[in-house]
């Protein structure tokens, strides 16, 4: 599994399950942090065509009105890709955020072609990702706590996962 940190984004790859995990993690008390870090997916799932996400939300900020409209026009159209199965989003106590997420994927319902279930924990999430198999759940979460090789630069990441 190849890990990305920057600032205010945590993001593991594994190109086995073809997944991949999302989090945010610093500060991202504004929109100038929070459409960054969501690019950096918009750039990668294509290229490495995704077939599983996690997106952990639990330390995100409240996304602004003009974060929602631009997610939704903008941001979430470039993401949902037919390659995609299936997206588990971890959600936290934040009320607000949580209604957020669901008016999101309500009103993007003509993008989303796949399944996509809300989590409260990563255990959970994990499960549901990779279909029950315990072994795969626990190497994940693994890789996760303790990465085995960390990226600062997106394009380090793709050069190291992508075939020549």
Known sequence: MICYIQECIRLHYDAEAQLLHYAWCGDLTSGKALRPAL???AQLAPQLQIRQCLLDTRSLPPI???DQ????H???PRVCLP????VAVIVGERDYNLMVIESIL???RRFIRFDVQLFSDLDAAFDWVVNGHEEA???LMAEWLNPTVVYKDVDELLAKALPL
């Open 74 to 76: 903008s941001w979430l």
């Open 137 to 139: 759940t626990g190497r």
């Open 106 to 108: 309500r009103a993007g």
């Open 39 to 41: 690019e950096v997916i």
């Open 64 to 66: 602004s009105i003009e």
């Open 69 to 72: 409209f631009w997610i939704l």
């Open 83 to 86: 390659t995609i199965d299936c």
